[in-house]
């Protein structure tokens, strides 16, 4: 499949553990034409052997190996490193596990290719298999991710499933390691000046999935994630005032 000048993606698929469930993922990516990059963060070893020898017949993945488990987040920033050392000018996030629409990809990639220097991230539309708690979670964070952009740019601010502007998101090295890095990349590409597009898209989480989302462990994390941003935004607020009246008097 050609890429339109500006913009060369490809697909970078985060992977703990879920050999089995990226399967099938990795197969359907195969239809499409791109590139896929596959980031093991540290799998347990006969996990990564078993993906390992899955890939091994298909040239159009790369399978990069980090050596220990350091989180979605870390394994994502590595992915992105690697599409930048290769070329790659944009590179969509999706997960391992199956529950991304991977048919909306051509959607998402025509929405960067009108923007090419926009962030454009899925909006979930959940169906019954949603848990109670990861929508609840959700709906805490979009709260606290509009506070702290000051807008209500952001539609949905937990999907991982997303096209990055490779070398502007490299950039924003601060975000976190873990579970907490779709929430405050996107903040942070926000208060970098990236704009945001969302694409409405179905996210089903199938029964045999596995989650590596640790209840406490993760909450507290994202918890200090939002106290971080919280404090950044009250440090920006004179620049964020100074700006909105700066378009106010253009007007």
């Known amino acids: 499949m050609g890429h339109a000048e500006g913009v060369f993606p490809c697909i970078l698929v985060p992977h703990y553990n879920h050999d089995r469930q990226i399967r099938p993922v990795i197969a359907a990516l195969g ?10 963060d540290g799998s347990a070893a006969e996990s990564f052997k078993s993906l390992r020898d899955f890939v091994a017949n298909l040239p159009w993945v790369y399978l990069h190996r ?5 989180g979605k987040g870390a394994a994502v920033m590595c992915g992105l490193r ?3 050392a290769r070329g790659y000018s944009h590179a969509v996030q999706i997960d391992a596990d199956g529950q991304h629409c991977i048919g909306d990809i051509p959607a998402l990639l025509d929405l960067a290719r009108e923007r090419p220097e926009s962030l454009v991230s899925g909006s979930p539309v959940y169906d019954a298999t949603v848990p109670s708690a990861r929508l609840y979670g959700r709906k805490i964070s979009l ?19 997303r096209v990055y502007p490779v070398a502007r998101i490299i950039a924003l090295v ?10 405050e990349i996107l903040v942070r590409a926000h208060w970098a000046g990236i704009p945001l597009q969302f694409f409405p898209t179905a996210v089903t ?4 999935g596995l989650s590596h989302f640790r209840m406490f462990r993760d909450n507290v994390r994202i918890s200090a994630m939002h106290t971080r941003l919280f404090f950044g935004m009250v440090r920006r607020i004179p620049v964020v005032i100074a700006s909105r009246l700066g378009r106010k008097a253009l007007v």
């Open 31 to 40: 239809q499409l034409g791109f590139p896929v990059l596959v980031i093991d």
């Open 66 to 70: 980090e050596p220990q488990n350091r």
């Open 82 to 84: 690697i599409a930048a």
């Open 143 to 161: 709260f606290w991710a509009r506070l702290e952009t000051w807008s209500w740019d952001i539609q949905d601010p937990m999907c991982g499933f």
């Open 174 to 183: 601060e975000s976190g390691p873990g579970m907490e890095f779709d929430v």
């Open 205 to 208: 989480y199938p029964p045999e």
